[in-house]
């Protein structure tokens, strides 16, 4: 059985959990937010795969 990766795992939640805000703030109509959390979003899903990268590699 593998182990989990627990900082991994925070990280992808993380990422779920904006692109659900995304989702909050299209229902809200606040172009603001949306950006914010887009490129929250994208960054945090490129900070992980770099990562994960390093860790491989």
Do not use: E
């Not at 993380?14 to 937010?33: D, K, M, N, Q, Y």
């Amino acid at each position: 059985m593998k182990k989990i990766d627990i900082p991994m795992l925070l990280l992808a939640l993380l990422v779920v959990l904006l692109f659900i805000l995304v989702g909050l703030a299209i229902a809200f109509r606040s172009i603001w937010a949306i950006i914010l959390c887009i490129i929250l979003a994208f960054s945090t899903f490129g900070f992980a795969m770099s990562r994960k990268k390093k860790r491989k590699g």
